[in-house]
């Protein structure tokens, strides 16, 4: 959601979306329509890209919209809390955390290892070394009420 | 152009064979001055998931499958310390390590905080 230097005037658009599913109005359609992007066109090419992955999958998605309305897009792993949540065997994060409430779920530390590996991949992460990503991952579960474990 | 080390308390401008050279403060462990020569604790915490389990809800490809467990020991050392309270509250309890500082800092900054609300 912010604008290039002057010439392109490109905008970046953040959205999820679930593989392979797309184009309903609510989340996508406005969006793009708004930057002049036919939602249809996006709709395709993301669910052609995404055709390996297991239907359903919330995939991130940063897409480029230049100033003549052409559009680029990258696709980028599933959030952490979805792993979480399916590791765990859980469908929601708890409502409360925190040493007064009881955990909602588990994982053990070889599905964080796991779950760091796959967001090694992602562009974002070339920085960090794979100890912090599984830092990164923990402290998501403990915000999300998930107990980790050896 | 950076002439020595010091591993002093002394910070700042400093006069070297008359040359004007910068000195900063560096603690042993930023130069990764290890001290290795207590043996190593033998691990003691031994994975919930043995070798050979399904780690469910990884894979999210069609094509793929969820990855097993590998043997405790196949994993990196650091695995088994980043959920270990004890090995951070040692980093704390140590002078040397940025850990120690950031929580003191971190704790200076909540008392003078909470003084500050009873104020007002």
Redesign the interface.
Known sequence: MSKKAPAAAASLLRLVVPAGKATPSPPIGPALGQRGVKSMDFCKQFNDRT????AG?PLPVIITVKGDRTFTFVTKS?PTSF?L?????IEKGATNIGKDHPFVGKV????????AK?KQADDGMGHLS??GI??GV?GSAKSMGIE??? | MLKSFTSTAFSGLRTVSQQQVRCIQVSARSLNVKDDSAPKAKRTVVSSAPEGTVLKGINYMKDGKDPVALADDAYPEWLWEINDPAVRNARIADPLDKKHHKEARRQAIKGDNFIRDKKT
Do not use: M, S, W
């Open positions: 055709k390996n992955v297991d999958t599933p792993f949540k399916r590791a765990a065997g053990n530390l070889k599905q964080v290892y796991e779950i796959i794979l100890k599984c830092a923990i980790v474990v050896a």
